[in-house]
């Protein structure tokens, strides 16, 4: 039977409210275990050696008063008297030894773990400091933590070494930097079942996107090995999106799925120090593999919405979570090791947008994953080793192959962090969001592509890759107070093509997605025609055989490959905006662009003309492309069915007969796609002066009409949009390409269907959009970066059209 002792407490006697007792960690792993555990959330079990502990051996020992004045006087910015100082304060506590009584206590409920799990249990031995996981600060990283740590000896090292870690040089900067007193934070310890994750696999969770404070997707993040590789950001990691409405209506919500490098692994030994640890090199296989299955993430997504709702009732709000999970390779078990609050997005003001925008560019030195959406510029300094730290300048940009917690002190003066290694939820990537400066991380070559010294701008502000560009360049920001925006009885809706950006632009107020381009995913996530990997025996060049290989490595076969990741991009957009109605183009690539796709030579036939031959509709009932067109289909059907994500609309584009119409249709619904059926709406784009003239006959097909002005104008101008000859006289606004606008809008009320535009028109012209606003079009979808000047334009205009209708004369 587990006793309370004078100096511990066992997880199920703890609760949040024992964070000054047991610290935050400690606190948090006790209200997981007492509360969770019954409702399925696997957490080890587990005792608190308390904050008492702590204050018991400086008292025995007599050092507490050459503590205060090992720390009185500490100069924040002088790095080497930091140094110093921890130095002497951790030496102090490592020779005062553990007084009998203490660790009488602490050996017997050791004992009692060993008895339940057997004997002499490997266990983790980790610091919880009684000022930590605190709402608006972690503390995370500042203390030590000791792994598979065996035997009475080993634990003994291990606890004291982690009462020193509170003086550790990174802990003495983070608690003046915070305002916190020495000596008004205590040290807990907690000791706990050790988890075989070097075994199998470990990583972080968080219930929210940390680049945007997107709130409605679980971000979990993967690699090989124990979970500190991934905090220190010595490898590039697994990430897996789950949409957390339809996960909770029992969908097999992964949206998303990344495939990290998984370069290296930790693994361990036994014995106190953190040095049994050592990295070894992961296979190629299993590097090319992710490290978790479908199924351990939905797991895992369901224990971390379990812990995010019980934390959110707690408090009356919501709270996302940060939180640690290992897999047991010995039981292929999922365990939850920490959970404490996020602490950077959750705790930004919505209100303002901020907006940040290169100028110009220049030449790329380096290139990565970027972390937040700032920019920013200063002269580059490149630090390999802890050591020279001190030549570090504040104002400087960060350079390194990694970062840990011993570099904080440094990193809170950096203009921006540039890493090679590292993910999302690397320490890099943690703490330069926790600062609030842009960081680059996973460049894999910027510590000899960016010389010291040089001037540098690291820019986040491009969507999913970072950049550090040569020479400062000029940027500026756009703020805009969102709660100033009225929102239009005109939808406004977007242009999207780019997945990586959707989380981002979700915040922004809008109405949905008007033209969400299926191009850009296969081009950029994909890079494969489609017919190669139906038809993988008719690509003869063999270089190229070896690339879709590649590619297609760790997949059934190529047609799941297509099916899997055009799905996840389709479905990152349709959940960023879930449930406002999101527009999917089915693919509209001429026949040239299809070619220079890789194994595309070979399928698509030569044309003087691609952008008036076989492309859009003419392409999907056709045997040239029929079963490339079916593999879009099950891609859609994948995210309307299997993710549950209904607000997909499908778009045909350059269907340019009402026979044609008819045949995509039944085409569609050959493949699970019947117009009607769980409510899918099917939409045209209107962009030929055929369907402006049919609109009445194509109404019987389509529940919807985008009007794309770019093939309009130029079909109805008879002028190549791309010509450098005669593209001059290309123009929207041209009182001919108004007039079937106007006859495109009037049709679609007459048959009571969707209008919309696509085109670029708005947003080059504003007074476009006002002539739409007046012709009545139900919406108007235009590039991200018009969105907010073009809502406040509609606004305006049917401001004005109301006060012109009051104002009319009332007839007799």
């Keep these: 039977m587990k006793q309370d002792a004078k100096y511990i407490r066992w997880f199920i006697d703890v609760r949040n409210e024992d964070v000054g007792l047991v610290g935050g960690k400690n606190a948090s792993l006790g209200e997981m275990y007492s509360e969770l555990t019954p409702k399925g959330v696997k957490i080890p079990d587990g005792f608190a050696v308390t904050a008492e502990g702590y204050r018991h051996v400086l008292t025995s020992a007599r050092i507490f008063d050459d503590l205060k004045e090992t720390l009185a006087g500490l100069d924040r910015n002088n790095v080497a008297d930091i140094a110093k100082r921890g130095r002497r304060a951790r030496d102090l506590i490592l020779s005062a030894g553990i007084p009998d009584d203490l660790w009488g206590e602490i050996r017997a409920a050791y004992d009692m773990l060993s008895d339940e799990y057997g004997p002499d249990a490997d266990v983790a031995v980790r610091s919880s400091a009684t000022a930590e996981d605190l709402p608006t600060v972690s503390f995370a990283g500042q203390q030590e933590t000791y792994l598979n740590v065996r035997g009475y000896q080993a634990l003994r090292d291990a606890y004291v070494r982690c009462l020193a870690s509170l003086f550790t040089d990174r802990a003495i900067a983070y608690r003046v930097d915070n305002g916190f007193d020495h000596f008004k934070v205590a040290l807990s310890v907690g000791v706990m079942k050790m988890v075989r994750s070097d075994l199998a696999s470990s990583g972080v969770i968080f219930t929210l996107d940390t680049d945007t404070g997107f709130r409605d997707v679980v971000l979990v993040t993967g690699s090989y090995g124990l979970g500190e590789m991934i905090v220190q950001g010595a490898v590039n990691p697994d990430e897996f999106y789950v949409f957390k409405p339809t996960f909770r209506k029992g969908r097999r919500a992964i949206v998303r799925k990344n495939r990290g490098e998984k370069k290296v692994k930790l693994v361990y030994g036994h014995g106190g120090e953190k040095e049994v640890t050592r990295r070894v090199d992961v296979p190629d296989a299993d590097r090319r593999r992710f490290c978790i299955t479908d199924d351990d993430i939905l797991t895992l997504a369901g224990y971390a919405l379990t812990i995010e709702d019980h934390y959110s009732a707690k408090a009356g709000r919501p709270v996302p979570m ?48 970027s972390i937040g959406n700032k920019i920013a510029a200063g002269k580059a300094r490149t630090v390999t080793d802890v050591g020279r730290l001190s030549e570090f300048r504040p104002g400087e940009v960060l350079v390194s192959d990694t970062t840990t917690p011993d570099w904080e002190p440094v990193m809170k003066t950096a203009a921006a962090i540039v890493t090679n290694r590292g993910g999302r939820t690397s320490h890099a990537a943690i703490v330069s969001r926790e600062l609030g400066i842009p960081a680059v991380v996973g460049t894999g070559d910027a510590t000899e592509k960016v010389p010291t010294g040089r001037e540098v701008t690291v820019s986040c502000a491009e969507g999913e890759e970072g950049f550090i560009y040569d020479r400062a360049l000029p940027f500026h920001v756009e703020k805009t107070r969102l709660s100033d925006l009225r929102r239009p009885k005109t939808e406004v809706m977007m242009n999207l093509g780019n997945p990586d950006a959707a989380f981002g632009l979700a915040m922004v107020p809008n109405d949905g997605i008007g033209l969400a381009r299926m191009e850009f995913i296969i081009s950029s996530y994909i890079k494969v025609h489609p017919m190669a990997l139906v038809h993988p025996e008719r690509v003869e060049d063999e270089s190229v055989r070896q690339s879709i290989a590649g590619l297609t490595y760790g997949y059934p076969d190529g047609e799941e490959y297509f099916v899997e990741r055009l799905a996840e991009g389709v479905g990152t957009i349709a959940a960023a905006f879930y ?47 029929r079963e490339g067109f079916a593999l879009e289909c099950r891609a859609l059907k994948r995210v309307r069915e299997e993710m549950g994500l209904a607000n997909l609309i499908i778009m045909i584009p ?140 509609v606004a305006e205009v049917e401001e004005r059209l109301r006060g012109a209708k009051k104002a009319a004369p009332v007839p007799r």
């Design 322 to 369: 940060d939180i640690e999970w290992a897999k047991d390779g010995e039981t292929n078990e999922l365990f939850i090791v920490q959970a404490r609050p996020e602490t950077v997005q959750s705790q930004k003001a919505g209100d303002v947008l901020e907006t940040y925008r290169l100028d110009e560019r220049g030449t790329v030195l380096a290139a990565g994953k």
């Design 579 to 625: 449930p406002n109605p999101v527009v999917v183009r089915t693919s509209d690539f001429k026949t040239n662009e299809y070619a220079s796709l890789l194994g595309g030579a070979g399928f698509e036939p030569g044309e003087a003309n691609p952008m008036l031959g076989f492309r859009g509709a003419s392409r999907y009932y056709d045997e040239r492309y």
């Design 654 to 793: 350059f269907c340019r007969r009402v026979e044609e119409a008819k045949q995509v249709i039944e085409e569609l619904g050959k493949n699970g796609l019947s117009r009607g059926e769980n409510g899918l709406e099917i939409y045209q784009m209107c962009e030929i002066p055929s369907n402006v003239v049919e609109l009445d006959a194509f109404s019987e097909y389509f529940d919807g009409f985008s009007i794309g002005s770019n093939d309009l104008t130029q079909l109805v101008l008879g002028i190549d949009r791309d010509s450098a000859v005669v593209g001059g006289a290309f123009d929207e606004r041209d009182p001919a390409v108004k007039r079937m606008v106007a006859m495109a809008v009037e049709g679609c009320r007459r048959n009571h269907r969707h209008s919309g535009l696509c085109g670029e028109a708005p947003s080059t012209y504003p007074e476009f959009a006002d002539f739409l606003v007046e012709q009545g079009i139900d919406s108007i979808s235009v590039e991200p970066d018009a969105l907010l000047a073009i809502t406040l334009r």
